[in-house]
């Protein structure tokens, strides 16, 4: 049958599922790197929080902050240095803390660098930045500043670790939405089947009984819908005409 209602009833349902899901990974795609980007910068920001009210009652050198400190920067893949008034390293995550004492040092004199690339957020403590590196062609969130007890530090991570997490979302909900569909389309295919074959079989029956064959009964499943309510009428009005 060319205007099947099973077919209009599948290809709507399957179009609404796939419209739904290609406007789902759209909206992933276009926006998910933005608010994994702010969520970031919120990351970057509670450690600073958390780091500076330690300084503030001599508090860096604790168990209990070195191992929040150790989770929060393993989990995020952030490097962190922390040096005195006079330079001298307090803290740092990692073994590039040469390195990164040198372009704090630049920071902290300059203001700025000529890798810097994007201010999100300035304070008179601290400065939350987008840098580039060319050393190794590798963006970088970034916040530095000064503590409340006068030590200068810095905190970053990389902006490839970010937009690889993202890739990987968007790859992974393209897969399973593909998936989704294909499912979706055979479930919705048998629904309908489901569905439009009693309604064959009344347009049977109602052919018969416009031959003048009034024996056709429509057997009712014992379902109480309005297809069932359709048919006993049909049975009805089948027998009236007998």
């Not at 780091?51 to 503030?56: H, L, T, V």
């Not at 008179?124 to 060319?134: G, I």
């Not at 629904?191 to 064959?200: D, H």
Request: proline share 2%; hydrophobic share 40%.
């Amino acid at each position: 049958m060319r205007h099947s209602i099973k077919k209009q009833f599948a290809i709507i349902f399957i179009a609404l599922m796939t419209g739904t899901i290609l406007a789902s990974w759209f909206i992933n795609t276009t926006f998910l790197e933005d608010y994994y980007i702010k969520d970031k910068q919120r990351t970057l920001l509670d450690a600073y929080n958390m780091i500076n009210n330690a300084s503030k009652s001599d508090g860096l050198k604790t168990d209990s902050f070195m191992i929040e400190l150790e989770k929060i920067c393993s989990q995020n893949n952030i490097s962190i240095l922390i040096v005195d008034p006079a330079w001298n390293p307090v803290l740092s995550s990692r073994n590039d803390g040469g390195y990164l004492a040198a372009i704090l040092i630049e920071y902290t004199f300059e203001g700025s660098s000529r890798n810097q690339k994007e201010v999100f957020k300035e304070t008179e403590q601290y400065k939350l930045q987008k840098s580039y590196e060319p050393r190794t062609n590798t963006e970088y969130l970034e916040i530095w500043g000064i503590l409340a007890n006068s030590n200068n530090f810095i905190m970053r991570l990389p902006f490839e670790s970010i937009r690889e997490s993202v890739n990987i979302s968007n790859r992974f909900m393209a897969y399973v939405g593909f998936c989704a569909i294909i499912i979706s389309a055979f479930v919705i295919w048998l629904v309908s089947r489901k569905i439009t074959e009693p309604i064959l079989d009344l347009a049977k029956i109602s052919q018969q009984i416009s031959n003048l064959n009034f024996e056709v009964k429509y057997k009712n499943k014992n379902r109480e819908n309005e297809i069932s309510l359709l048919g006993n009428n049909i049975n009805k009005m089948s027998e009236t005409l007998q």
